[in-house]
């Protein structure tokens, strides 16, 4: 059993599950420490009768958690046509829309000027998506800066995301032909929130690289070093999807293929994408297939 394959899957299949660590604990009968030593892959081997019961608790088969279902094999046999086998996609900006209906939300809640909302949530959004700053505390501070008694940053933002259907219908075509995984600066407790409520795709990623999790943000070179390594593949054989063009200029760096999302033109843009991930031996026979005979 490869128990550190195991346990990306299983964090994985657990984060969009909508889980935390100690929900699934409740739900499969385990102890914290175990399931977060199988996580790690710290334990060797760990009983089938364990693995069936987290694979029900997350809702996926025992041979997908455990990597046996041939559609992941599929998946790791296809490439693009630049030589990428996995693909990360960001979040917010390209599989969602949130920000604008937020802050709008926020300033006639608040009766503040709507660019004071939007300069107040950025002072501090860097620091609750590392983690280094708790939700209870970016909460207090943003209703100091409106001049109000409470605001609730996570309803506002679940009340006003919009997913981005033509994109996240490429991440479901993707997830058919390649690895796929999800990188993204986003707040505790978010990711598991969107997939409860259906506002991303319930799929079993290949990797989640939740910046609140791993405690670094994109555009920092720790935050893509965490992604290879979740990935288990050469950073070549990596492309990353994203609205920003300093995410992308850094992943560029640490060796990874690009492709920016254009989120203000987002069905045009996400065709692009489709296109960009056609994955080699398809565009080859397709091509062969145009060709005139020489007969």
């Not at 690289?209 to 992604?227: F, L, Q, R, T, W």
């Not at 990874?256 to 565009?283: I, N, T, Y």
Request: charged share 20%.
């Amino acid at each position: 059993m490869d128990e550190k394959g195991l346990g990306k899957r299983l964090q994985a299949a657990r984060q969009a599950a909508g889980l935390t660590q100690q929900q699934l604990c409740q739900r499969a009968n385990l102890s914290f420490s175990t399931l977060t030593k199988i996580e790690r892959g710290a334990i060797r081997a760990p009983s089938i009768f364990t693995v069936q019961a987290i694979a029900q608790a997350v809702g996926t088969g025992v041979d997908e958690l455990l990597g046996l279902a041939s559609p992941a094999l599929h998946r790791r046999l296809a490439k693009t046509k630049s030589g990428s086998s996995f693909i990360y996609f960001d979040v917010n900006g390209c599989l969602v829309h949130f920000y604008q209906r937020a802050f709008a939300k926020l300033a006639a809640a608040s009766g503040a000027p709507y660019d004071t909302v939007e300069t107040a949530f950025w002072h501090h959004n860097d620091h609750v998506c590392r983690g280094t700053m708790s939700l209870a505390d970016f909460n207090s501070y943003l209703a100091d800066r409106l001049g109000v008694a409470t605001v609730d940053w996570q309803q506002a933002y679940m009340e006003t995301v919009v997913p981005l259907t033509a994109m996240q219908e490429v991440l479901l075509w993707a997830a058919e032909h390649y690895k796929v995984g999800l990188l993204t600066n986003i707040m505790p407790g978010f990711l598991g929130t969107m997939f409860r409520q259906g506002q991303l795709p319930k799929l079993t990623y290949d990797a989640v690289v939740d910046s609140s999790v791993v405690g670094a943000i994109k555009p920092e070179p720790h935050m893509y070093e965490i992604a290879t390594e979740q990935a288990g593949c050469a950073p070549g054989e990596i492309l990353l999807i994203d609205d920003s063009r300093a995410n992308l200029m850094a992943a560029e760096k640490a060796g990874w293929h690009v492709l920016w999302f254009d989120d203000s033109r987002a069905d045009e843009a996400a065709e692009r994408v489709r296109e960009v991930l056609e994955p080699a031996d398809q565009a080859q026979a397709a091509t062969s297939a145009a060709a005139p005979s020489s007969a």
